[in-house]
């Protein structure tokens, strides 16, 4: 399935892994989509107000112009990385936790924070930083196939809704999101994709959302099938962080 008609903006894909799940992973395009990092009204927690582009809810310049929108990662208080968002530093940013780092253009990378990111004078806007990274050079983490590494699950379970995010060599950012599944297959999903470098987003099953539009500023239907999230969430407001992807033309 395509979006954005020919320019091809969005496209996305299904991935069988070889125990069964099934993991859903939306390429944004470098150069046609750029992104915006937004606040919850309850997580991250903020003391100072933030720009509209970053607020809890779709702005009303980024909705003509709104392709798509996920999740963020794991809350402030698990302790998983720092944020930064439109230059405020909400929680410190910590050397060697995977980032996504968006920069003043609205360009997004995915890596580690001070081991390649940012990259040599980049203007850096905003940062969500959640875990280890689980790719690095197109190779899985070793810990890939410790469940407990990729935080706490409801009921304990291995196979949860899981969601990550991934950066192929052209620079197009890879959202890989399934309501059922192990760290390996969200991972290895990303890299059948062409993903060199990932990081985990959030997991558990009212927290891993994708959404997607028909055309710029059209109407958000579900990405992942069987998401507990509805799809106009971003619209209405959330109380989590998550990410909004936007025509860059």
């Known amino acids: ?12 894909r299904a991935f069988s892994s070889a125990d069964g799940a099934t993991v859903t992973v939306a ?3 470098a150069g046609q989509t750029r992104f915006d990092l937004h606040v919850g009204t309850q997580d991250p927690p903020t003391s100072t107000a933030v720009p509209p582009d970053s607020g809890p809810s779709v702005s009303t310049s980024e909705a003509p112009l ?10 402030m208080s698990a302790g998983a990385g720092g944020f ?28 580690v924070w001070g081991e390649g990111l940012p990259a040599r004078g980049e203007h850096v806007a905003s940062v969500r930083q959640n875990l280890p990274p689980m790719v690095i050079g197109s190779v899985l983490s070793p810990n890939i196939d410790n469940a407990t590494a990729w935080g706490s699950t409801l009921g ?32 290895g999903a990303l890299v059948a994709a062409g993903a060199q470098s990932a990081m985990e987003l959030d997991i558990n099953p009212e927290w891993v959302q994708l959404a997607l539009a028909s055309s710029q500023g059209a109407a958000l239907t579900v990405g992942i099938p069987g998401q507990n999230r509805p ?17 860059a033309q």
């Open 156 to 187: 304990g379970g291995e196979e949860v809704a899981r969601s990550a995010l991934g950066e192929d060599t052209a620079g197009d950012i890879l959202y890989a999101g399934s309501m059922s599944a192990l760290p390996v297959d969200i991972a």
């Open 84 to 111: 930064e968002v439109s230059g405020q530093i909400l929680s410190p940013l910590m050397t060697g936790f995977a980032s996504f780092v968006i920069d003043a253009s609205g360009a997004g990378h995915v890596g």
């Open 231 to 247: 799809a106009d969430q971003v619209v209405v407001g959330w109380t989590r962080d998550f990410v909004t992807v936007l025509s």
């Open 66 to 75: 709104l392709l798509g929108a996920f999740n963020g990662g794991f809350k």
């Open 1 to 12: 399935m395509s979006y954005n008609g020919s320019a091809v903006a969005v496209d996305v």
């Open 27 to 29: 390429r944004f395009r």
